[in-house]
């Protein structure tokens, strides 16, 4: 059970790191882009809304499985 | 933004529409009722597996954009930059919020159907998002 657990903490918390990591450079890039070409910015804004949609796919899913684990999985374990 | 604090918006900030959020959602909540309505008559609690699994898709995704477009253009772009770590972050807790009470609340459930129905509206999701940004802001 305490591994069960463990598995549910990895799966949240490195979703989270790495849709924040992603969002992080996104939103950089966001900013530097819009500086330099401010005409652009609107496009930038829509392609960004684009790519973040990819960008958090996978860890959503990691986030769904945890859940699974957590309320599915773990209280039919032997404690 | 007060009369005596104004902002310049350049023009070309406002010339490109932002996709149509209400259309885009709410064709995947169409797509997602449709697909339960078929699943109906073949097992009930398949049906309400893939309404539960397709709006725990919708539901984040459609918060996201709706916090996403909120401001337009590069005299904002800090806003939007804000609104989108905002959107984000409210996406992230509200799906965990929608797993972990379905999980907690919904028996019995089909955990596959539910996960399929997630997976298609998402694909969907990109898939729609994609065409639109391909095909000239058209769905």
């Known amino acids: 059970m305490g591994l069960a657990l463990i598995a549910v903490a990895l799966m949240i918390g490195f979703g989270a790191l790495g849709t924040a990591i992603g969002f992080a450079i996104l939103g950089g890039k966001l900013l530097e882009g819009s500086a330099r070409q401010p005409e652009l910015a609107p496009m930038l804004q829509g392609k960004m809304f684009l790519i973040a949609g990819l960008l958090d796919a996978v860890p959503m899913i990691g986030v769904g499985i945890a859940m699974y684990v957590l309320f599915v999985v773990v209280p039919g374990l032997p404690a | 933004m007060t009369a005596g604090n104004e902002r310049r918006v ?12 209400l259309k885009i959602y709410g064709l995947q909540c169409a797509l997602v009722l449709l697909s339960s309505f078929i699943l109906f008559p073949v097992d009930k609690v398949m049906a309400y597996s893939a309404v539960i699994g397709g709006m725990i898709s919708v539901v984040p995704n459609a918060y996201f954009a709706r916090q996403v477009f909120r401001y337009t253009g590069a005299a904002f772009a800090r806003e939007v930059a804000r609104s989108f770590y905002r959107g984000e972050s409210g996406k992230f807790v509200t799906t965990v919020m929608l797993f972990a009470a379905t999980f907690a609340l919904v028996q019995p459930l089909q955990v596959f159907v539910l996960f399929l129905a997630y997976l298609i509206v998402m694909l969907l999701n990109a898939v729609i ?11």
């Open chain 2, 10 to 21: 350049p023009r070309a900030a406002h010339k490109i529409a932002r996709p149509p959020i």
């Open chain 2, 129 to 139: 998002l994609a065409r639109y940004a391909l095909r000239g802001n058209r769905i």
